[in-house]
């Protein structure tokens, strides 16, 4: 059985920082694409970053310059470090990853989220 499990969310100041972390445990055969989205009630969830196998991230126009996604292939773990935070960052995170279970079965996979909260 895949599990992402996330950590690292909590309450922090406007113009904080704040890590989040996301591990891929149970048996699998490869990850490709890790990323983190993020989801407010009421609208849809949407993307923050993402990194595919080769280290290639991309991010949503409102993170840039603040949010920086990695990952450690060795760990099956991806990291988001947010700096700069402001109120609209608030919401639950969550990672996802694409992953093979087999060489030729793959599938998308989830985490249950963690809550960020940026607030004075």
């Known amino acids: 059985q895949v599990q992402l499990v996330e950590s690292g969310g909590g309450l922090v100041q406007p113009g904080g920082s704040l890590g989040l972390s996301c591990a891929a445990s149970g048996t699998f055969f490869s990850i490709n694409a890790m990323g983190w989205y993020r989801q407010v009630p009421g609208k849809q969830r949407e993307l923050v970053a993402v990194?595919?196998?080769?280290?290639?991230?991309n991010y949503a126009d409102s993170v840039k310059g603040r949010f920086t996604i990695s990952r450690d292939t060795a760990t099956n773990t991806v990291y988001l470090q947010m700096h700069s935070l402001k109120p609209e960052d608030t919401a639950v995170y969550f990672c996802?990853?694409?992953?093979?279970?087999?060489?030729?079965?793959?599938?998308?996979?989830w985490g249950r989220g963690t809550q960020v909260t940026v607030s004075s």
């Open positions: 996802n990853a694409y992953i093979h279970t087999t060489p030729r079965d793959w599938g998308l996979y």
């Open positions: 990194t595919n196998s080769g280290a290639d991230t």
